[in-house]
């Protein structure tokens, strides 16, 4: 124990008694760049004269990096400045990355008396950079500016290099390295061949020391490869045949007309034409075919420059269609009146297709008159009624559009309809059939006991009706009335005749007269009396009608008998009858002309629709069961 004490102080009495002070200051910067210097600051203070010297060491990490000694003579009390005693400063290099720290040490005869550290500092090899680029979208085969200024923390410009990459998708492309002068960056790009996309621009920086600074998405820009391409036509619809003005421009993506550049036209997928471009402006004259099929056709219009920029456009037009042919078709050939004909109408166009279109109908009767016109719709069912009173023969039917028609025919027969009706008094006869009722009309009137036939000798026109007044034909009561046509009978039943006409028979003294007549005459002629005959039978309508004649029997009183020669007598008792049944027959038509008289005058028949003729005095005539003996 006594030994380890005694060594103890025989060390303190050989160290030299020195008392001294170190202080560094600073550094002024955290953070220095490679290729820095870093000024060191401090001071050394001596109580007693001294002579040794100052090391400094720069600690980075697990790094010392020593210094030159510097000597130094201190008198008893004396402080020195670093910069008095000219401490270099220190430069930092690549190895020195990292953070650091300088150390300073007072070394009197080996032995280390005072020391000091610094506060602790970073060394780094970043970069500052500020960049820009003129534009961010770029035509492929245009170019682009890109600038900026690089410097280091402390503001220092750098001179160096930099590196350009382009990176798309992930992947990063290596496109040029360009040097850096005075902290500048000045770069020009042509962008002619590089694949169009969006893409960001990354920098590595290095300069002259060392330092490196690498810079991603300084910017972002699009090559773009399309161009604005305008096309346009005169005219949206176009008919077949017809000439179409095709007319457009181009453009870039900074709608600057393109000069040069190749334009194909192409017209539902086949070319028809490549064109140039004049002042960003092209023109085409397009001749539509005139087999082209109806609806919407498209022009395609490509462009392509040189630097491979290209664009399409197109415009739509409408082919309106043109009917080239008509088809007519119906079933049947043979109509009559009132029937309805069902037809179609199939129009084709230009490229034989079936079409909608709007047609004219005509319908021609057979003597040529138009009939009916109207318009129609072709691919669709139409109706055509056959008139009532349509003339036999062969009708014409025509449907057409524009230039085109079609034609076909169809025969109206010949069509009797004869029509019946009674209103009131008045029996009323039509022809609605389509041709000429040519036989007489007769009536057959039955009733109170009677058969009247009322005959009209005269023909019916078409759509004629005959009028024939009742009561002045018949007398009143009930009737039934039949009338053939040929084809049928007509029958009207239960017709009241109230203001009918009066009908006189044979009275007493025709029966007479005739007796005596038929009587004398055979008695003259024959020497005997004639055989009496049978009642006479009439068919009518094909009815048979049997027409009796009553004859009354004559008073009993006789007159006195005559005598006279045969010839004389017998032309004398001629003359004497026919004397006496003409004063007979002149009393009964006095009679009925003062019937007629107060009469309404009315024709007995009359035509509907149709001029009357000037009357003309009817003559006399018996109908039925009226008869005159002579003419």
């Known amino acids: 124990m006594k030994r380890g004490i005694v060594l103890l102080l025989a060390i303190c009495l050989l160290l030299p008694t020195v008392a001294a002070t170190i202080s560094i200051t600073g550094p002024v910067e955290d953070t220095y760049n490679v290729g820095d210097t870093i000024d060191i600051a401090g001071y050394v203070l001596q109580e007693e004269e001294t002579s040794g010297y100052l090391q400094f060491k720069v600690y980075c990490g697990d790094t010392t990096l020593p210094l030159q000694r510097i000597s130094i003579d201190l008198a008893s009390g004396e402080q020195k400045t670093f910069s008095q005693i000219e401490v270099p400063d220190v430069t930092t290099t690549s190895s020195m990355v990292g953070t650091c720290s300088i150390k300073s040490s007072l070394i009197v005869s080996g032995t280390t008396i005072e020391e000091d550290t610094s506060e602790s500092f970073t060394i780094t090899q970043e970069l500052n950079g500020l960049f820009d680029l003129d534009k961010t979208q770029i035509q492929m085969g245009d170019s682009f500016k890109l600038e900026g200024t690089v410097t280091k923390l402390n503001a220092e410009k750098v001179t160096?290099?930099?590196?350009?990459?382009?990176?798309?998708?992930?992947?990063?492309?290596?496109?040029?390295?360009?040097?850096?002068?005075?902290?500048?960056?000045?770069?020009?790009?042509?962008?002619?061949n590089t694949f169009p996309?969006?893409?960001?621009?990354?920098?590595?920086?290095?300069?002259?020391?060392?330092?490196?600074q690498r810079f991603d998405a300084v910017s972002t820009f699009e090559i773009v490869s399309e161009l604005s391409i305008v096309v346009d036509t005169e005219e949206d619809q176009v008919f077949p045949g017809d000439i179409l003005s095709l007319f457009g421009s181009v453009k870039d993506i900074e709608q600057n007309p393109l000069d040069q550049a190749s334009i194909d036209i192409k017209f539902n997928d086949d070319l028809l034409a490549s064109t140039s471009l004049i002042g960003g402006e092209f023109q085409y004259e397009l001749q539509i075919l005139s087999t082209i099929t109806t609806g919407t056709h498209t022009?395609?219009?490509?462009?392509?420059?040189?630097?491979?920029?290209?664009?399409?456009?197109?415009?739509?037009i409408e082919?309106?269609?043109?009917?080239t042919s008509l088809e007519l078709s119906f079933e049947g050939t043979n109509y009559i009146p009132k029937d309805t004909l069902e037809f179609e109408v199939i129009a084709t166009d230009q490229a034989e297709e079936e079409m909608n279109?709007?047609?004219?109908?005509?319908?021609?009767?057979?003597?040529?008159?138009?009939?009916?016109?109207?318009?129609?719709?072709?691919?669709s069912i139409t109706s055509y009624k056959i008139p009532e009173f349509a003339t036999p023969g062969i009708w014409q039917i025509k449907a057409y559009i524009d230039e085109v028609e079609v034609m076909g025919?169809?025969?109206?027969?010949?069509?009797?309809?004869?029509?019946?009706?009674?209103?009131?008094?008045?029996?009323?006869?039509?022809?609605a059939g389509n041709v000429r009722?040519?036989?007489?009309?007769?009536?057959?009137?039955?009733?109170?006991?009677y058969d009247y036939t009322i005959t009209?000798?005269?023909?019916?026109?078409?759509?004629?009706?005959?009028?024939?007044?009742?009561?002045?034909?018949?007398?009143?009561?009930?009737?039934?009335?039949?009338?053939?046509?040929?084809?049928?009978?007509?029958n009207v039943d239960n017709v009241e005749v109230v203001n009918g006409t009066k009908r006189y028979r044979m009275g007493w003294l025709y029966i007479v007269i005739l007796a005596l007549f038929v009587g004398g005459l055979s008695y003259l002629v024959y020497g005997r009396v004639p055989r009496k005959k049978k009642p006479e039978t009439t068919k009518r309508f094909g009815k048979p009608s049997k027409t009796t004649i009553m004859a009354e029997k004559p008073k009993t009183n006789k007159k006195p008998s005559l005598t006279f020669e045969k010839e004389k007598g017998l032309a004398d008792f001629k003359e004497r009858i026919v004397k006496d049944i003409r004063a007979t027959e002149a009393k009964i038509e006095r009679k009925e002309s003062r019937v007629a008289a107060r009469a309404s005058g009315a024709k007995l028949a009359t035509v509907m629709g149709k001029k009357e003729s000037p009357p003309q005095a009817r003559p006399q005539q018996q109908d039925g069961n009226f008869f005159k003996l002579f003419d």
């Open 160 to 192: 160096g290099t930099a590196e350009v990459y382009f990176e798309k998708d992930g992947e990063e492309y290596l496109i040029d390295v360009i040097s850096i002068y005075g902290g500048t960056v000045s770069y020009i790009y042509d962008s002619a």
């Open 197 to 212: 996309g969006e893409y960001d621009l990354n920098l590595i920086i290095r300069d002259s020391y060392g330092n490196q």
């Open 299 to 316: 022009v395609y219009v490509e462009v392509e420059d040189m630097n491979g920029n290209s664009g399409t456009a197109q415009a739509q």
């Open 319 to 323: 082919v309106m269609p043109i009917a």
């Open 357 to 379: 279109a709007g047609l004219t109908l005509e319908v021609s009767d057979s003597t040529g008159a138009l009939a009916s016109q109207r318009d129609i719709s072709s691919s």
């Open 409 to 431: 025919q169809i025969t109206v027969d010949e069509y009797e309809n004869i029509e019946m009706w009674v209103e009131g008094e008045n029996l009323y006869i039509k022809n």
């Open 437 to 449: 009722f040519k036989d007489d009309l007769q009536v057959l009137v039955s009733g109170a006991g």
């Open 456 to 490: 009209k000798k005269r023909s019916v026109a078409v759509n004629e009706t005959v009028v024939i007044n009742l009561a002045e034909e018949v007398p009143s009561g009930s009737y039934s009335i039949e009338m053939p046509t040929g084809s049928a009978l007509l």
